[in-house]
């Protein structure tokens, strides 16, 4: 079953940020499709995993995030 979660994005500043984010989430296999508004710094993350292993993914790759609810 897919999820489709809304994380604000802490920390990130940059489409580099982004980019280390979308390669962690490649990298992973977990993740069918991410919308970043860099502006906003938001992500749209479409995913059969949970919101805790996306936010583990995003510290991973150097950041932090929160899911919005």
Same mark, same amino acid.
């Given at each position: ?17 982004? #980019? =280390?984010?979308?390669? %962690?989430?490649?990298? +992973?296999?977990e993740v069918a499709s991410?919308?970043?508004?860099? !502006?906003? #710094? =938001?992500?749209?993350? %479409?995913t059969a995993a +949970? ?9 991973? !790759? ?8």
């Amino acid at each position: 079953m897919t999820h489709e979660y809304h994380f604000n994005l802490v920390g990130v500043s940059c489409g580099g940020c982004v #980019k =280390t984010i979308e390669t %962690r989430f490649a990298a +992973s296999g977990e993740v069918a499709s991410a919308e970043f508004d860099l !502006a906003s #710094k =938001t992500v749209i993350v %479409r995913t059969a995993a +949970s919101s805790e292993a996306i936010i583990d993914l995003i510290q991973d !790759a150097g950041y932090n995030a929160r899911l919005e609810e």
